[in-house]
C-alpha cells in the first residue's frame, strides 16, 4: 500500500481527502466519525462572528439534478455558515483536534470585511490548535447579500486586504476559497497571493437554480412558493472546477501557489485527477453527503493502488504532473489525425453512436441490415460524440494516424511536424507559413 | 378441509382454499413507480431498436420507456395503444423472451434485458385504470362493417375501424368478448378479470356493438353478411381440435385442453373444479403449457407433459418450459401416444419413443392417468369460407381473401404465428386496408 501521507503547507494528514467545508463538518459528532471513518482532514464548517448566529431556512435547504437510476449528479444547498454559537464551536474543535492530533483540522471563517472583525476571531481560532485557516471567499447565496462571502471573492482587492489581515494576525497557515462565481479566477487567485495567501482553495459553489416546480411556478428548493439562487456542487461541477484548478497551476502569475482542490471529487480517480492537474490535496463534500463517510475507504485504496501500479511512492509525484500538458488552443497540433475505430466484439449494436453521428455529427458511421456499425475514415473528424454516446466502456475508440499514412477524409499524408493554428495559412495572423499545412 | 391429494380420479377441492387464490395469482406482480423508474433508465434509447423490430405491432419501444422515464406514463401508454390497442394485454401474454427481451440489446450484452413487458403493463395499467381513453372518432363515415370474432384479431381491427369513423358490428359465437384473451388464457396470465375489463375500455372509443352467441356458419352466412355490411372481417379464430389418432381416446377423462382452459377461466371458485390426481397433458404449445400448469395448481399430484419432439421445438417458450417446470410439471420429449388404456375412463396412456425423425423406437412408455388433456392444435371450422391456404384462410400482407370485401386475420388466417401481438397487428393492418378500400371507392 503506497504512502498516501501529505503535507499541505505543512499541515500534515494521513492522507490528502478532507472533508470541504459544508454541512458534514458543522459539528464534532460528524467530525469524529468522519475521523474514525478514515479522512485525513476536515475544513469546519465555516465560523461567523461572536453574537447571535445566522439562521437557516426552515423549509428544504438542498436541489438535485440526477442521472440514471437516480444517481445524483448535482447538489445545491442554501444553506448559510454554521448556525451554532462560536463559541460552542471552538470549544468542540479544540476537544477534536486534541483526540486526533494526527489529523489536520482548519477552520473556515467568514466575518464583515472589516480589520476589527478578522483580529478579533483570529485569537480565538488559534486557540483550538487548529492547524490553519480557510478564508471563506465563496459562499454565493445569503452570505453573500450581507457583503461576505462571494461579495468578497468577486472583488480581487478585498481578497488582498483581507488575506493580508490574516496574514497580519495569525501564525496559522492562511488558505483563501475562491468563488467560480467569476468571469477569469485568475484575478482572484493572484489577489490572493499578494496579500500572501499559503494556499487557495477551489471552487467553491456555483450560483444555480436546480430545477423549477412546474406545478407552483418555484424554483426548486422551494421555500413558501419562492426559491433563491443556490451553491451548486457534486460531480457535475467537477469539469469547471478542473479548469479553474489548472488554470491557476499554469499561470505565470501564479504557478507554484499551493492548490486544495475542491468540486465534485466523488471517487479516487477525481482526485488523483485534481492532483495531476496542480491541487496539493482535496476536498470532498458531496460524495460524503451522498453515500456517508465511508467512501473515503474507496478514495484511499483507490489512489493507493494507483500509485503502487505506477510506482509511485508519495502523492506529492502526481502532483502537477498533467499541468504541462495544458495549453491553449492555438498550441494545438493541426497536424495530428486520428479516426473513430469500434471494436466489434464489444459492440452491442445500441447503434446511439449513429443516430449521434448521422443526425448531429459528420455522417461517418454506416449501418448495415444486421446493425454493425462501422465508422467511415472518408467523413470521420475525430470529434468524439461516437465515444462519448457509446454506453459501452472502450468499445469505441479514437486511434491516431501513423505518420506517412493518408487520412481519406482530406486525402494528405499524415505528417510527423507539428503545426498548430499561429502558423496556418487560414489565419489571417499567421506568424509563419507552415511547409506541409493542416486542413 | 381439503381432500388428500393421493386421492385417484376427478375430483374438486384438492387443495387448501388460500392455496388457490396463491397459485392463480399474477405470474408477473405489476411494478410499482419506483421499480418502473428504475427499469426505464436501463433503457439506451437505441437507434432503430431491434426491440422495435421484434415487435409484431411496431410498437415504439424506446419512446414509451423514455416517456415513462420522464413522468408521463400515458403519454407511454398512447405510444403503445396507437400501434397495439390490446396493449394491456399483450403486456401480460406476449412471450415477450422470444420477442423484444430476446433482442434488447441489453440482453445480448449482459443477459439481463430491459423489462420492456411490465414497463408496457406499467404505462397501459396507468392510463386504463384512469378509465381515461386516450382516441376519438373521425367523422362517420356511414360505412357498417362485420367483424367476426371478438378475440384479439376482430377487436383490435373493430378499435381501428371505429376510431376511423365506421360503425362496426362484432359477431362472435361466446357469451362474452375476448376470445382467447377471455377463454384460452392461463389465469394467472391475465388474473382479476383484465380481459372483460380492458374489452370495456376498448369500447369507449364509441361504434362498436356486439352480437353475442351468434356463429357465423349457424345462424348468419358469410353470403348474409356480405350483404349486409360493407365488408367483412373474419377472426373467428380456430374452434376445431385436433385429435390424437390413438387409440381410446374417447375414453372419459380425456378432453380437449382449451375446453378445460375455457371452463378454468370461467369458474368463479377453483376449489370447486374437479382435476384429476395423474394428469397427462399432450402437446407442445402454449395451450399445453397452460394446461399443465394450471392442473398442477389445481392440485394434481403428478403432471406430465408430452411432446413428440425435442424442447427446442416446443412452441412454448424456454421461460413457459422453465415455468411449467417450477410448477413440478415434468416435460417428456419424444413420445407420440398410442393408446388410451383404461375401462370407460382412462386410467392409463401408453407412448412410443420417436427418434428425431419421428420414426417409432419400439420403445414403450405408459402413464398412469385419471385425465388427459390434448393441447396438439386448434383447426378452422366453417361453412363456405374464402380460399383456404392448407389449413388456413389464405391472406395477403394486408389481409385480403379471395373473396371480395372480406377480410381475415388472427389464427384463422394464414400467415402469422398464432401469438396475441400477431394477431393485433393482423387486425390493425386489415382495419386500414379496409378503410382505404372502402374510403377510395367512396371518393
Same mark, same amino acid.
Given at each position: ?67 440514471? #437510476? ?13 448556525? +451554532? ?15 486526533? $492530533?494526527? +489529523? ?37 447565496? &445569503? ?27 495569525? @501564525? ?25 495567501? #499559503? ?18 411556478? /418555484?424554483?426548486? $428548493? ?37 492548490? /486544495? ?41 483507490? %489512489? /493507493? ?14 502532483? &502537477? ?49 444486421? @446493425? ?21 466502456? #472502450? ?33 489571417? /495572423? ?10 | ?8 380420479? =376427478? ?19 405489476? %411494478? ?119 378475440? $384479439? ?7 381501428? %375501424? ?5 360503425? !362496426?358490428?362484432? =359477431? ?5 368478448? &375476448? ?25 369507449? =372509443? ?9 356463429? !357465423?356458419? @349457424? ?54 373444479? $374437479? ?22 395448481? %389445481? ?22 418450459? #422453465? ?6 410439471? +415434468? ?44 393441447? =396438439? ?67
Amino acid at each position: 500500500m503506497a504512502d498516501l501521507r501529505s503535507d499541505f503547507i505543512g499541515i500534515k494528514s494521513p492522507n490528502p481527502f478532507w472533508l470541504a467545508s459544508a454541512p458534514p463538518t458543522d459539528k464534532e459528532y460528524n467530525v469524529r466519525r468522519a475521523y474514525e471513518a478514515g479522512w485525513g482532514g476536515v475544513v469546519w464548517k465555516t465560523l461567523g462572528m461572536e453574537g447571535p448566529p445566522v439562521v437557516n431556512v426552515n423549509g428544504p435547504r438542498y436541489g438535485a439534478i440526477y442521472g440514471a #437510476d437516480r444517481r445524483l449528479l448535482g447538489l445545491n444547498n442554501i444553506e448559510l455558515i454554521t448556525d +451554532r454559537p462560536l463559541e460552542v464551536n471552538l470549544r468542540e474543535m479544540k476537544a477534536v483536534k486534541r483526540d486526533y $492530533p494526527d +489529523r489536520a483540522l482548519i477552520a473556515s471563517i467568514m466575518v464583515p470585511c472589516e480589520e476589527e472583525a478578522w483580529k478579533a476571531i483570529l485569537p480565538h481560532v488559534e486557540e483550538t490548535g487548529a492547524d490553519g485557516i480557510e478564508l471563506n471567499f465563496g459562499c454565493p447565496h &445569503g452570505m453573500a447579500e450581507r457583503g461576505m462571502g462571494s461579495a468578497v471573492g468577486q472583488v480581487p482587492e478585498y481578497i488582498e486586504m483581507v488575506t493580508r489581515w490574516c496574514k497580519m494576525y495569525t @501564525r496559522m497557515p492562511v488558505i483563501v476559497k475562491l468563488t467560480p462565481n467569476i468571469t477569469n479566477v485568475l484575478y482572484p487567485a493572484e489577489a490572493a497571493k499578494r496579500g500572501g495567501a #499559503d494556499a487557495v482553495s477551489l471552487i467553491n459553489t456555483i450560483n444555480s437554480i436546480t430545477s423549477v416546480d412546474l406545478d407552483l411556478f /418555484s424554483p426548486e $428548493p422551494m421555500i413558501d412558493g419562492k426559491g433563491t439562487h443556490g451553491g451548486y456542487c457534486g460531480p457535475a461541477v467537477k469539469p469547471i472546477a478542473l479548469n479553474m484548478v489548472a488554470e491557476i497551476a499554469r499561470n505565470p502569475e501564479t504557478h507554484g501557489l499551493p492548490i /486544495s482542490g475542491i468540486g465534485g471529487v466523488t471517487t479516487w480517480r477525481d482526485a488523483a485527477e485534481f492532483l495531476a492537474l496542480g491541487a496539493g490535496n482535496v476536498q470532498v463534500c458531496t460524495a460524503a453527503m451522498t453515500y456517508g463517510f465511508k467512501v473515503v475507504q474507496e478514495m484511499i485504496s483507490g %489512489l /493507493s493502488e494507483y500509485m503502487d501500479e505506477k510506482g509511485m511512492t508519495s502523492v506529492d509525484e502526481i502532483v &502537477g504532473r498533467a499541468v504541462p500538458n495544458v495549453t491553449d488552443w492555438n498550441q494545438l497540433n493541426l497536424n495530428y489525425v486520428a479516426k473513430a475505430k469500434i471494436d466489434q466484439d464489444l459492440c452491442i449494436s445500441c447503434g446511439r453512436c449513429f443516430a449521434a453521428c448521422e443526425d448531429t455529427s459528420h455522417q461517418a458511421i454506416a449501418m448495415s441490415e444486421d @446493425r454493425t456499425f462501422t465508422v467511415i475514415d472518408e467523413e470521420c473528424v475525430a470529434c468524439n460524440l461516437c465515444v462519448n454516446v457509446c454506453p459501452v466502456e #472502450d468499445c469505441i475508440s479514437m486511434e491516431p494516424l501513423a505518420a506517412g499514412a493518408t487520412d481519406l477524409r482530406t486525402g494528405k499524408t499524415v505528417t510527423p511536424d507539428y503545426a498548430n493554428w499561429t502558423t496556418h495559412p487560414n489565419n489571417p /495572423s499567421a506568424k509563419a507559413v507552415a511547409v506541409e499545412p493542416a486542413e | 378441509m381439503a381432500r388428500d391429494v393421493f386421492e385417484p380420479g =376427478i375430483v374438486p377441492g384438492r387443495l387448501e382454499p388460500q392455496a388457490y387464490g396463491e397459485g392463480f395469482s399474477d405470474l408477473h406482480p405489476p %411494478l410499482d413507480e419506483h421499480e418502473a423508474l428504475v427499469a426505464a433508465d436501463r433503457c439506451y434509447f437505441c437507434h432503430d431498436a431491434p426491440c422495435m423490430t421484434a415487435c409484431p405491432t411496431d410498437i415504439d419501444i424506446p419512446l414509451f420507456i423514455r416517456q415513462i422515464a420522464t413522468g408521463t406514463p400515458d403519454a407511454a401508454a398512447k405510444t403503445i395503444l396507437s400501434q397495439n390497442i390490446l396493449g394491456g394485454m399483450c403486456a401480460r401474454v406476449c412471450p415477450t423472451e422470444t420477442l423484444c427481451e430476446e433482442v434488447c440489446v441489453r440482453e445480448v450484452a449482459e443477459g439481463k434485458p430491459v423489462l420492456i413487458g411490465q414497463l408496457q403493463r406499467y404505462a397501459t395499467d396507468h392510463l386504463q385504470q384512469q378509465g381515461k381513453h386516450p382516441f376519438e372518432r373521425a367523422a362517420a363515415t356511414g360505412k357498417r362493417i362485420a367483424v367476426v370474432g371478438a378475440g $384479439p384479431a376482430g377487436l383490435s381491427c373493430a378499435h381501428r %375501424l371505429a376510431m376511423l369513423g365506421h360503425d !362496426v358490428e362484432i =359477431i362472435d359465437a361466446r357469451p362474452k368478448p &375476448g376470445g382467447l384473451n377471455e377463454y384460452g388464457i392461463a389465469a394467472y396470465k391475465t388474473p382479476n378479470g383484465f380481459a372483460q375489463a380492458e374489452v370495456d375500455w376498448l369500447m369507449q =372509443i364509441g361504434g362498436i356493438s356486439f352480437r353475442h352467441e351468434v356463429a !357465423v356458419g @349457424r345462424d348468419v352466412t358469410l353470403e348474409e353478411l356480405k350483404t349486409d355490411y360493407d365488408a367483412v372481417f373474419l377472426g373467428m379464430g380456430l374452434v376445431g381440435v385436433n385429435a390424437l389418432g390413438a387409440e381410446g381416446e374417447d375414453k372419459a377423462g380425456v378432453a380437449n385442453a382449451v375446453d378445460f382452459i375455457s371452463e378454468l377461466r370461467q369458474t368463479g371458485d377453483m376449489s370447486k373444479l $374437479p382435476i384429476g390426481r395423474d394428469v397427462v397433458v399432450i402437446g407442445g404449445g402454449m395451450t399445453a403449457v397452460d394446461a399443465a400448469v394450471q392442473a398442477k395448481l %389445481l392440485g394434481a399430484l403428478n403432471v406430465t407433459l408430452v411432446y413428440r419432439r425435442g424442447r427446442d421445438r416446443m412452441n412454448a417458450s424456454v421461460f413457459e418450459q #422453465d415455468l411449467a417446470a417450477s410448477k413440478g410439471v +415434468r416435460i417428456v420429449t419424444h413420445a407420440v401416444p398410442i393408446a388410451v388404456h383404461g375401462n370407460g375412463s382412462v386410467r392409463e396412456i401408453e407412448f412410443e419413443y420417436v427418434d428425431e425423425g419421428m420414426k417409432g423406437t419400439g420403445e414403450r412408455l405408459r402413464l398412469q392417468a385419471d385425465q388427459v388433456f390434448k393441447a =396438439i392444435g386448434q383447426t378452422l371450422m366453417g361453412e363456405g369460407l374464402p380460399e383456404l391456404d392448407g389449413r388456413k384462410i389464405k391472406v395477403d400482407g394486408t389481409g385480403r381473401t379471395s373473396l371480395d370485401r372480406v377480410w381475415a386475420g388472427g389464427d384463422c388466417a394464414s400467415g402469422g404465428d398464432d401469438l396475441t401481438v400477431t394477431a393485433v397487428a393482423e387486425g390493425r393492418d386489415a382495419a386500414m386496408d379496409i378503410h382505404t378500400t372502402l374510403m377510395g371507392a367512396a371518393g
